[in-house]
């Protein structure tokens, strides 16, 4: 009997395709220019700055330490009647407390968060977040109504100075970083429709350079922040999927150009012009405060 026909060799596995190519994003910005001034008063002691997507021409801001529970809408542009740096409104939030204002941060439907969350001596036993819609700039200055609160609390009832506060799109959450250590704490869950409280919780401590972390900010898109020093701007980029606590406790960012400022603590990504960022200081006495830009290249 002849033996068996020998079985033919099996097929090999198809090649491991390769991996997709991170997300890239345009880093180059260039060197400053004054694009306006700001008028004082009001708004003396500008310590955070976020663009509008209602109002994409717009960059809302706050008082610190001694200022009142007031947003203040600036012109990015020369946009109807306003012109660039011009004060738009001053917009009230209803019942809304005052501590220490340090950020201010956005979604993209158009919700605006003011971070009551400075703490110079740590000894705050809860912060507070504020949250109201964006202004009808056409209605001029006036009280925003549907203010809610968020109250904070670390873990362990410690208190943490911060003046880092952002919305990440992708897991409706909110996330802070403190100003000394840089360590990053997050909501444990979507902030509802109602006042609420929550115990934040630690998701990392970011990588480069801890320290004086004065301001942060998202682009449009999610993609892109911007961490905010004294004398200096990191930027990140973030791939698809990626969480934003693995990306600033895991990467050292890219230090993209920056001019000292008189305490100089605000930084944002701009909603109009290239998309490059604003950056604004507190007056230090000055009647009127250079707004800043640094357009993409």
Same mark, same amino acid.
């Given at each position: 009997?002849?033996?068996?026909?020998?079985?033919?060799?099996?097929?090999?596995?198809?090649?491991?395709?390769?991996?997709?190519?991170?997300?890239?994003?345009?880093?180059?910005?260039?060197?400053?220019?004054?694009?306006?001034?700001?008028?004082?008063?009001?708004?003396?002691?500008?310590s955070g700055?976020?663009?509008?997507?209602?109002?994409?021409?717009?960059?809302?801001?706050?008082?610190?330490?001694?200022?009142?529970?007031?947003?203040? %809408?600036?012109?990015?542009?020369?946009?109807?009647?306003?012109?660039?740096?011009?004060?738009?409104?001053?917009?009230?939030?209803?019942?809304?407390?005052?501590?220490?204002?340090?950020?201010?941060?956005?979604?993209?439907?158009?919700?605006?968060?003011?971070?009551?969350?400075?703490?110079?001596?740590?000894?705050?036993? %809860?912060?507070?977040?504020? !949250?109201?819609?964006?202004?009808?700039?056409?209605?001029?200055?006036?009280?925003?109504?549907?203010?809610?609160?968020?109250?904070?609390?670390?873990?362990?009832?410690?208190?943490?100075? %911060?003046?880092?506060?952002?919305?990440?799109?992708?897991?409706?959450?909110?996330?802070?970083?403190?100003?000394?250590?840089?360590?990053?704490?997050?909501?444990?869950?979507a902030w509802?429709?109602?006042?609420?409280?929550?115990?934040?919780?630690?998701?990392?401590?970011?990588?480069?350079?801890?320290?004086?972390?004065?301001?942060?900010?998202?682009?449009?898109?999610? !993609?892109?922040?911007?961490?905010?020093?004294?004398?200096?701007?990191?930027?990140?980029?973030?791939?698809?999927?990626?969480?934003?606590?693995?990306?600033?406790?895991?990467?050292?960012?890219?230090?993209?150009?920056?001019?000292?400022?008189?305490?100089?603590?605000?930084?944002?990504?701009?909603g109009d012009?290239?998309?490059?960022?604003?950056?604004?200081?507190?007056?230090?006495?000055?009647? !009127?405060?250079?707004?800043?830009?640094?357009? !993409?290249?």
């Amino acid at each position: 009997t002849p033996p068996p026909p020998t079985p033919p060799p099996p097929t090999p596995p198809p090649p491991t395709p390769p991996p997709p190519p991170a997300f890239t994003c345009a880093d180059g910005f260039a060197e400053r220019q004054q694009v306006g001034l700001v008028t004082n008063p009001p708004l003396d002691e500008a310590s955070g700055i976020v663009a509008g997507f209602r109002n994409p021409t717009t960059i809302y801001s706050h008082n610190d330490l001694t200022g009142k529970p007031e947003v203040y %809408a600036i012109a990015t542009s020369n946009t109807g009647s306003w012109r660039t740096g011009e004060l738009q409104g001053v917009f009230r939030m209803n019942e809304a407390g005052f501590d220490d204002y340090e950020d201010i941060a956005i979604s993209p439907s158009g919700q605006i968060f003011a971070g009551d969350i400075g703490d110079n001596s740590d000894k705050r036993k %809860a912060i507070q977040i504020y !949250r109201v819609s964006e202004p009808d700039l056409s209605r001029g200055s006036h009280t925003l109504m549907d203010t809610r609160v968020l109250e904070a609390t670390y873990p362990g009832g410690k208190g943490f100075n %911060a003046e880092c506060l952002m919305y990440d799109q992708f897991d409706d959450r909110l996330y802070i970083v403190t100003k000394s250590k840089g360590d990053i704490y997050r909501t444990p869950f979507a902030w509802g429709n109602s006042n609420a409280k929550m115990t934040l919780v630690k998701v990392g401590t970011v990588k480069t350079r801890p320290g004086s972390i004065t301001g942060c900010d998202i682009s449009r898109n999610g !993609r892109e922040i911007l961490m905010k020093f004294y004398d200096e701007v990191t930027h990140y980029c973030r791939n698809p999927g990626e969480s934003l606590a693995s990306v600033l406790s895991g990467k050292e960012g890219k230090e993209v150009p920056y001019r000292t400022e008189p305490q100089g603590e605000a930084v944002a990504f701009a909603g109009d012009r290239n998309g490059g960022y604003y950056t604004l200081s507190e007056s230090t006495g000055a009647s !009127r405060i250079p707004l800043y830009y640094y357009s !993409r290249e």
